[in-house]
Structure formats: C-alpha cells, structure tokens
C-alpha cells in the first residue's frame, strides 16, 4: 500500500510565503508524475501543479509565476513553494501522485489527506 502525507499548512498573511511538502512510503517501484490540488470551501478540488518524471512541470493560470513544484526522486518526496500568496489561494491542499507498485504489478493514483492553507488580507 502506498500513502502520501503532505505538511506545510498553516496561517499566513497575503504576500507572505509558505512551501508544502508530501512524503510517498509504501512498497513503491516507481512514481511518475506528483502533483499538487486545493479546494477552497464550497468549490471544487482543481488542479495547481505538476512534475513529471523528468522534471516538466505546469502549473495552472492562476498560480503560475508564484508557485514553483519541485520533487526528491530518491525521497519519493514533492514540494511546493508558494510566494506572494493571495486571500484566494485559500484552501486544503492535496498531494497527488501516479505510483507503479510491484507484487502485483499494477498503476495506482494515490491522494494524500490533504494539508490546509489560509492567507489572510
């Protein structure tokens, strides 16, 4: 079984910064992509960023250029560092990665529980 466990979260006032991080653990054979999600209340989980196995990253309209993804290999770890932030950027976080596990060899996404964000004016 493989779990992901961000931490970072917490209360910060806007343009400050804060960097999550997510730990993979389990019997893991490989992870392709990691990527970052956040839902703020009452709106739908929507996609933040991504890196790919080699290193491409991508980030959506409304956090590129302040938020910057990055990732451990041998750590099984992904990071996100998050500058200037907004009241809007308000939300829980969650890590989300695409594991390769053996024994038996299949393809999991795997989500981790999620880490809280909060920019206050």
């Known amino acids: 079984q493989v779990q992901l466990a961000e931490s970072g979260g917490g209360l910060v006032q806007a343009g400050e910064s804060l960097r999550l991080s997510c730990a993979a653990s389990?019997?893991?054979?490989?992870?392709?992509?990691m990527a970052w999600y956040r839902q703020a209340p009452g709106k739908q989980r929507e996609y933040v960023a991504e890196?790919?196995?080699?290193?491409?990253?991508f980030y959506s309209d409304s956090v590129k250029g302040r938020f910057t993804i990055s990732r451990d290999h041998a750590n099984h770890t992904v990071n996100l560092q998050m500058d200037s932030l907004k009241p809007e950027d308000t939300a829980v976080y969650y890590c989300?990665?695409?594991?390769?596990?053996?024994?038996?060899?299949?393809?999991?996404?795997?989500w981790g529980q999620g880490t809280l964000v909060i920019v206050s004016s």
């Open positions: 890196i790919g196995s080699g290193g491409g990253t």
């Open positions: 389990g019997t893991i054979f490989r992870i392709d992509s």
């Open positions: 989300n990665a695409a594991v390769t596990v053996l024994d038996p060899y299949r393809y999991l996404e795997v």
